[in-house]
Every structure is written in C-alpha cells, then in structure tokens.
C-alpha cells in the first residue's frame, strides 16, 4: 500500500547546487505530474507526463527537468537551484490522462527543499 | 486568465456544526470539479469528484455542490468533528483542448478549517 512515494523528504541545498527529486508509483498509473505549493500560492503544476515517454510543462517549469523513466518513475530535476526554488514539492500520479473525466491524483508526501 | 478563489481566512466552527466551504471560479468552464483535504507535512488527498451536470454529490457526512451558473462550488461537512480540522482544496479541471488554460486540474489556494470542540 506504498502508493506515491518521494525522496527525499528534506533537503537542503545552495545556491547553484544540483539534485534530483525521485518519484515512484506502485498503482500502475499512466499519468504524474509534479507540483511545487508555496504559502499563499496554492499546488501550481511544474511538469506532468500523460504517459511513458511523453512529458509536457506546466504553470511553471522554468529552471526544472523531467524524466520519466519507466511507468513507475517520475524525476524533477533542478539543475542550478535558485533561492526562488524554495518550497515544498510534490509528485502525482493519476490512473487517467490529464483532462479526462475521473483524473482523480494521487499525491505523495512531499519533499521540503530549502535553497539558501 | 483562470483565477479559483477560495476562503483564504481560518474558518472555525463548533463541533457538530454544518462547515460550508466556498470555490468560486472565473474565465472558464470546467466539466467537473474535485475536493482535496491536506493535513499539515502531507500530500493532498481526494474526496470527491462533481461533474458539470450533476447539482449535489453526497459521501458520508461530505455534501459538494456545483452551480455552473454561479460558477461555485459548495463543500459541505456536516456533524463536524475536530478530526476533520484540516485545509480543503478546490480543484476545476478543463478537458484537454477546450482552452482552460493548464492542462487538468488546476488548485484553488485552499482554505484552512478548524473545528472546535
């Protein structure tokens, strides 16, 4: 009864500094997606992918990349982070495509990054 | 542009009260509609699910309403308990293509409910 786990929970990093956020599904989900939620801003959607091999941007992908590398796994990656970056992330999965009827999500328990 | 507005203040309610949440959007049309409750250092969680042609949807002590006319949506705890203290999440969704804007679903900013004992 895993669901959508993340990692890490926490991190850290500089400004400048590279990492990799993980995701991964155990539903056999087509669909995840990746939000940041920040206070006073609500779940604003980063990158999603409707299906492996595919990935499309969101409200707000600037200084993010994805990789979806297999059904299960959904990746963000932020290549020289920003204090901007500063946040809490989360992965989703959904069992139907972004749009369709019933595309009910499935969140993980979110990472905390801090960029200093 | 799409904009979902939500309570953004506190709303506290004695317990075994009926708490009514509001979602009001603008600038689009969505199908259907859905209900998120987070707690705090958690993922949201989904509830329940309105599509544009059904007024009321009921599940448990959980009643959502949706006025397209109005462009609102109604969320409705009743015989409130401090255990559903909590920030629940509207989310509209537009159909891929229909000119919604994003993709899916998109997030109102949530309102946070406290319910005293």
């Known amino acids: 009864n895993a669901g959508v786990t993340q990692t890490p929970k926490f991190q850290v990093l500089k400004t400048g500094q590279s990492m990799t956020l993980q995701c991964a599904q155990d539903?056999?989900?087509?669909?995840m997606y990746w939000y940041r939620q920040d206070p006073g801003m609500g779940l604003r959607l980063i990158y999603y992918?409707?299906?492996?091999?595919?990935?499309d941007k969101g409200e707000v992908p600037n200084g993010y990349n994805v990789s979806r590398l297999n059904k299960r796994e959904f990746s963000l990656r932020l290549e020289s982070a920003a204090p901007s970056q500063t946040s809490v992330y989360f992965c989703?999965?959904?069992?139907?495509?972004?749009?369709?009827?019933?595309?009910?999500?499935?969140f993980g328990s979110g990472t905390q990054l801090s960029v200093l | 542009s799409q904009k979902i507005e939500q309570n953004s203040e506190a709303l506290n309610i004695q317990e075994g009260k009926t708490a009514t949440l509001t979602c009001n959007y603008t600038?689009?049309?969505?199908?259907?509609l859905q209900w998120y409750r987070q707690d705090p250092g958690r993922g949201p969680v989904f509830l329940l699910l309105?599509?544009?042609?059904?007024k009321e949807k009921r599940k448990e002590r959980l009643k959502v309403t949706f006025d397209t006319t109005l462009k609102q949506s109604l969320f409705h705890i009743t015989a409130s308990q401090p255990a559903d203290s909590a920030t629940y999440l509207c989310a509209p969704n537009s159909p891929l293509g229909s000119g919604g804007g994003a993709d899916g679903l998109t997030f109102g900013k949530g309102t946070h409910l406290i319910i005293q004992p």
């Open positions: 309105i599509r544009e042609n059904e």
């Open positions: 989703a999965s959904s069992e139907r495509p972004p749009g369709a009827t019933n595309e009910k999500l499935f």
């Open positions: 539903m056999n989900h087509n669909s």
């Open positions: 600038n689009y049309s969505p199908a259907y």
């Open positions: 992918s409707a299906s492996e091999g595919t990935t």
